[in-house]
């Protein structure tokens, strides 16, 4: 039997993707640019065998079996990756032999964070050792998983690049920066509470191509623009830059979403609270310090500086008071030295708003950080002596 | 003493005025197009008067004394009636009287409803019948007064030209079909609870102009393509064509708004419910029986013919439960003839999703109505024995 284990980071957009030129091969309409958030505090890990034993390809992920022979996208990434092999003439094992093949999120779905990035991003780069084509160029059969799921393939900032080819050859993932060239950024991750029912990213994006009117700018005009512009802020470390650009393309992506019909909304009143937020607080102190992006659901993603964290939990606390503040599992993943009670030393918070009580569910604070890692056999989420998922 | 008494109507656009290319002559980026409602159910009511006596312009606006020599719009919309006066050479009094002028909004400011439209057009409508020049032009005049005021000078459906002069001459607002065109096209104001402190018209369109990159976008291309097919779809008689515009418009409106930087926001979660709600109506009736738009606030204007007023009033209860609608006060305006706790052969109830209860303080029932009207000297709303507000 050979095994693999492997984990892959979360994403986050700062230039949203938000449109396919072609739905099959996920080819997007515009170049897209994330930051990727440190394994530590939220990734997937997956561990994939191949033995002859195995009957049919089989797939469980957190804890359940899901369809894998049916389900076209992860078929495809496993026949990209078996081709790469077969060109390679390098096969460590027959390539008609079955795999089984594990997966955890080790974050809540509850998040609203794009887990499948991550899933498929750390399938792909398991399948890619188990078959000893690591080497090779990989997010290309990622972005067949999972359009974002490329990004997740290198630490730091990282451009897809939408591609100009047919074939989706050259639409694929390149490193901006390492995440050792700013290693301060920190993220805060806003959980909020919300029930309504969301269009998926998938349908929402093939409505708005459809119907839109505004898209076509966006992907064409602005998009091109601000990705030039904040490759800029990123190498002159011009974090006010970054943080505007940032905001502006998190508000322009919900925009054409609502320019949709019918529209899909997917900020609801507390992210809009969080918007407000940061906007005041950023007033308050003087300077860009704070800035949010939302995906394709209300939670908010923070971007700051190591140094204003402390502050910026203590604003948040004053602006958005909750009863399970005190409790250890509020703000989850970096410790924070000092008490979020305190305001350390800013004296701002008479100037921002005050929210009703327990909008958020906790708070994640995490970190920019490195792409997907290799693990030793004693991480496996398999057990090598029946090829079923361990219980741990 | 002159006086003169008229009621002007409130005005709902289809095509949305949202920017302005000159901010002091209020002269629009795009056209827009508007319903005239119905005075019965709302309006602007103003007494202006003149008197050798009067020491001063004053004004009096909902009871209130209010700045009216300081008030450069309000004076300038004087100033022009004026001239036109002067240049007609028929004064029936020496043009340095001081006015009185008391206004009065019929329906609550709680409404959010456009009332300084209303309010500018009667003034100017008002003014025009003191001074003998009311058979002149008088829509640029009142657009100096408040943008969407020169739609409220006509009833029907009225279309603002925004025109190419520097001077405005040509920013005026025209008349595309009259209230007896579609004598049946009625409206529910669904007024919504709200509490969150919005950015004004004036100061949202004066950022958005700066800030949005799709906003031009819109006014150059979109606008024009829309305002001509929905001329079309009103002189067709075209109801779901005139709906899906019209909703269209309204999101694209709010997505311009949330694409400004910092970004404007004037929708609600139960705003979006009420869109979530309209859509799946017009999908269970298999027909576009019901169209949405929503101003620079949270509360939604839906279209309807009046055939279908009781089935959807019926789904509203349904799906937006209120424990004021037993109440007379919550439905007002035109009495519905039927029990609106029946379904009224409506059975795709089943398919709306049901919110949270109370979410609107109460709905108005009305309908396309005329423009500004002259009152006889019994509905004057200033005493003419001293020049001073009645007390009705």
């Keep these: 039997m050979f095994i693999e284990t492997c984990i892959a980071p979360v994403n986050i957009a700062l230039i949203k993707y938000w449109g396919k030129r072609d ?28 033995a002859s034993s195995f009957k049919r390809h089989i797939m469980w992920l957190n804890g359940e079996e899901v369809p894998f022979e049916q389900n076209p996208r992860a078929m495809r990434c496993l026949k990209e990756i078996q081709q790469l092999a077969l060109a390679k003439e390098q096969l460590k094992f027959p390539i008609e ?50 359009g974002s799921a490329c990004r997740s393939l290198y630490g730091g900032f990282v451009r897809w690049h939408m591609g100009k080819s047919n074939d989706g050859t050259d639409s694929i993932a390149l490193p901006v920066a390492p995440c050792e060239h700013w290693q301060d950024l920190h993220v805060l991750i806003l959980v909020v509470n919300d029930a309504r029912k969301k269009t998926s990213s998938t349908k929402g994006m093939q409505l708005a191509v459809e119907t839109s009117d505004l898209i076509k700018y966006r992907a064409q005009y602005c998009v091109p623009q601000r990705t030039a512009a904040i490759v800029d802020a990123i190498k002159k470390h011009d974090f006010a830059k970054l943080a505007e650009i940032t905001m502006r393309d998190s508000n322009q992506f919900h925009a054409i979403a609502l320019d949709t019909y019918p529209p899909c909304v997917y900020m609801n009143d507390v992210s809009h ?17 704070l800035a949010y992006t939302f995906d394709a659901g209300p939670n908010a993603c923070l971007y700051l500086l190591e140094r204003d964290v402390s502050i910026v939990l203590a604003a948040i606390k004053n602006s958005f008071p909750n009863d399970a503040e005190q409790s250890v599992e509020y703000v989850k993943g970096i410790p924070i030295a000092c008490d979020i009670g305190e305001n350390n030393g800013f004296n701002g918070n008479a100037t921002l708003p005050i929210n009703n009580k327990n909008l958020f569910k906790y708070i994640i604070h995490t970190r920019i950080g490195k792409g997907p890692q290799r693990l030793g056999k004693s991480e496996s989420l398999l057990d090598s002596s029946n090829g079923l998922p361990l219980n741990n």
Tied chains: 1, 2.
């Design 97 to 146: 032999w079955k795999l089984h093949i594990v997966s955890r999120n080790n974050f809540p779905t509850a998040a609203g964070l794009a887990s499948s990035a991550a899933g498929y991003a750390c399938l792909v780069y398991a399948l890619a050792h188990l078959y000893g084509v690591q080497k090779e160029e990989l997010t290309a059969i990622a972005r067949q998983g999972s």
């Design 273 to 289: 609270a969080i918007v407000e937020f940061v906007h005041a607080f950023n007033k308050a102190v003087g300077e860009v310090k």
């Design 23 to 50: 739905e099959e091969l996920i080819l997007p309409i515009n170049d897209s640019l994330s930051v990727t958030l440190s394994t530590d505090e939220m990734c997937a890990k997956t561990t994939a065998a191949a």
